[in-house]
């Protein structure tokens, strides 16, 4: 059998994730509008195509969607530390809830000037924290209802899960995509102080560049119990945006590699390595090696990259770009990270592949 060219293929896997990826946001956004019309503190996605910041494609069956949380403007970070006795329920506890991790933090209403009444309210709010497992017992709910309102019982079905997060699959052309759906408490206005990015003068990125993704700021998103996550999805699209203004294969590097991953090193619905990851890898390699020569020849540039996977995947260890102190692949299979990292060794042994 005649295999196709590297570049076929990748092109290929580029337009049916852009299909399903439209086709998702079609049925997402009409979702969301629903769920905006019934509760005034959800906003509606938006409707953007591929470049859709409220879309992160993880693998090409497994999407992560933030949907926009309203009323909550003016925020500021908080600068007392104080303890929480209480349980999701709002039960009381005699020992403390655990400190959030650097990527996760708390968040009180009171940390907004302006917030709507319905934030203040007993089913979001304990004891004045927004509870992120709260948003999410009523945006599930919402959800439920508006699939049936929509009448999209036939392309979206709620599935189980263990955690508070709300998972749908959605039916596409194609095939079945799981998606996350997280509600976001968009904060446009601040970068967190615990993002000491960039950690110093560096060639890549510019600092005009750096300056403009520090003023989009940042997302918390709600995907545990107490914590809020720190997201930087439109630092991560503008670094993304530019990245071969100079002539470069950086993208083509990235796309190849995550068709390499998804075909041959971490196949799967539910990859233990997701596009993120590589992304992350790709800015990591971008900072190390910031000059325009470095990313002229493909071959160079594109072991480069699976290197630093390979050493990332065999150490259990991938810094987030932005907050030094996560590692990404902290709670990840380790046999499964095992594995990968063995399907690297053996290609970085013998790094043959048809480009052409």
Not at 49 to 55: A, F, M, P, T, V
Not at 283 to 303: G, N, Q, V
Request: aromatic letters at 10%.
């Amino acid at each position: 059998m005649k295999c196709l060219p590297w570049n076929w293929q990748v092109e290929r896997r580029h337009y049916l994730v852009s299909k399903a990826v439209e086709e998702v946001q079609k049925i997402i956004q009409q979702l969301t509008a629903e769920i905006s019309y019934k509760a005034v503190r959800f906003q509606a996605i938006s409707n953007s195509g591929i470049h859709n910041e409220n879309i992160k494609v993880l693998a090409p069956s497994q999407f992560l969607i933030t949907v926009p949380l309203r009323g909550l403007t003016g925020y500021r970070e908080c600068q007392v530390r104080h303890w929480r006795y209480y349980t999701v329920n709002g039960t009381k506890l005699l020992s403390s809830v655990r400190d959030p991790e650097e990527l996760h933090q708390w968040l009180e209403v009171e940390q907004f000037s302006k917030s709507l009444q319905q934030w203040h309210e007993k089913d979001v709010n304990i004891e004045g924290d927004l509870v992120p497992a709260k948003v999410l017992i009523v945006f599930r709910e919402l959800v439920e209802k508006s699939i049936v309102s929509c009448n999209l019982s036939s392309k979206v079905t709620v599935l189980e899960s263990f955690s508070s997060v709300v998972r749908v699959a959605v039916e596409t052309s194609e095939s079945q995509v799981e998606v996350e759906l997280v509600p976001a408490v968009e904060i446009p206005t601040c970068w967190p102080e615990k993002a000491r990015w960039p950690r110093c003068l560096k060639r890549w990125p510019s600092q005009e560049k750096v300056q403009c993704i520090k003023s989009l700021g940042f997302d918390l998103l709600a995907r545990s119990n107490y914590h809020w996550q720190l997201c930087f999805s439109r630092a991560e699209h503008i670094l993304m945006e530019g990245l071969d203004e100079d002539g470069g294969c950086r993208m083509k590097c990235f796309r190849v590699m995550r068709q390499m991953k998804e075909d041959v090193w971490c196949a799967g619905n539910k990859p233990v390595i997701t596009a993120y990851h590589l992304q992350t890898v790709l800015f990591w390699t971008c900072e190390k090696y910031p000059r325009t020569k470095d990313w002229r020849c493909f071959p160079e540039a594109f072991l480069r990259l699976v290197q630093k996977l390979h050493k990332c995947v065999s150490q259990h260890f991938l810094k987030h770009y932005f907050l030094k102190n996560t590692n990404l692949l902290k709670y990840a299979n380790t046999s499964d990270l095992d594995l990968v990292a063995s399907k690297l060794a053996v290609f970085l042994e013998n790094p043959v592949f048809c480009l052409d």
